[in-house]
């Protein structure tokens, strides 16, 4: 007997008995979607082919049925799924790093199967870690929907998350009441007192832990450089701006603070205190969300009654607007690439700028 030649979707029969010859097609995919999932866990993919219509010689025929095929070598199945007549199905729970191969079979009423359909196959990328220790007086936060998992280890807290490759993660840093952050390492490296951290294009497990301290219960105050609010300077992440504070006590500056007088978007800054030689004594991190006073705990530094001392902000963003001076003269500006962090010496490269409504706390 001579067969037709077959028509798309693809249908190659195979002998069901001796004496008729019957065969069941082989079905071709129409699609694959490949869908990873959104949050670090195991991955997940779609797919859907199209349904044979007629045989090969041209009859029409019934599909009771379709099986999927997956394995990790092409060609080679190590797991299938009787999915039932449908067109379209999810496969779960596959593993991230690995590359998997897919085909698909269909069977007739008496279950007789038809030979695999073109393979495809779709490689889901690596996941990795970010392992968050904190001591006690404070945390370490994850994005809201991240899923974490926690544990303990003395008075330490431990939380992981998983990160897939090329993927970023940004966490932030909170001192409890009456604690301040005092170091933050990233890797085993400082990386200062900052409140926030982003890990970008991530292709490695990483380690980030924060120590906190309990702040001093002596009495302090804000010696500020200026409470005038009659001026305003741009924030921008290629100046900083500096002004002069005279010390009106001698004691330790725990926390430097200075006012926004227009906010855009979350916008992190940086605030140092720098001697009248123009040398860094302290400097902290900390993410603006309103206007008003933003305060940086930063780590202790001396100060002397009479000297005089500048204190320097940066805004990692012009989105931050501006900061609140209180009048058009008697503070200074220079260029500086805040990526960089301020620098350990004032610029000798400055100008005349606007004097900041800014404050360190003495005690």
């Not at 998983?162 to 909170?174: M, R």
């Not at 001392?309 to 500086?336: D, H, K, V």
């Amino acid at each position: 007997m001579q067969k037709k030649k077959c028509k798309l979707p693809l249908w190659q029969r195979f002998p069901v008995n001796p004496a008729t010859f019957l065969t069941i097609a082989a079905i071709f995919f129409a699609c694959i979607s490949l869908i990873p999932v959104s949050k670090a866990c195991a991955a997940q993919t779609t797919l859907s082919w199209s349904a044979p219509a007629t045989y090969s010689d041209g009859t029409s025929m019934a599909v009771s049925g379709y099986k999927v095929y997956q394995g990790t070598a092409k060609g080679a199945y190590t797991g299938s799924v009787d999915v039932g007549n449908l067109t379209s199905y999810t496969l779960s729970n596959l593993v991230n790093g690995s590359t998997y191969y897919f085909a698909i079979t269909a069977y007739d009423g008496a279950k007789t199967e038809s030979a695999y359909s073109n393979e495809m196959s779709k490689s889901f990328g690596a996941t990795y870690s970010i392992t968050a220790t904190s001591g006690p007086g404070g945390s370490i936060n994850f994005p809201s929907g991240t899923s974490v998992s926690t544990a303990t280890s003395g008075s330490s807290v431990i939380k992981t998350a998983s990160v897939p490759q090329g993927g970023s993660l940004s966490l932030s840093i909170a001192p409890a009441s009456g604690y301040a952050i005092s170091g933050v390492t990233v890797d085993g490296a400082s990386v200062g007192t900052v409140s926030s951290y982003t890990f970008s294009n991530v292709t490695a497990n990483h380690t980030v832990s924060a120590t906190f301290a309990a702040t001093t219960t002596a009495t302090g105050h804000w010696d500020d450089i200026t409470t005038g609010t009659s001026a305003y300077q741009d924030a921008t992440p290629s100046y900083m701006e500096f002004s002069p504070v005279t010390a009106d006590a001698t004691g330790k500056v725990s926390a430097l603070r200075v006012k926004i007088y227009q906010y855009g978007s979350p916008t992190a800054i940086r605030l140092a205190l720098y001697s009248a030689g123009g040398t860094k004594l302290t400097e902290g991190t900390m993410t603006v969300s309103a206007a008003g006073y933003a305060t940086v705990s930063v780590p202790a530094a001396s100060v002397t009654q009479g000297a005089t001392y500048y204190i320097a902000a940066q805004a990692a963003s012009s989105m931050l607007y501006r900061f609140t001076c209180g009048s058009t003269t008697g503070g200074y500006e220079a260029p500086n690439s805040y990526s960089s962090g301020l620098p350990a010496a004032l610029p000798s490269g400055r100008w005349g700028g606007k004097l900041l409504n800014a404050s360190m706390y003495i005690q």
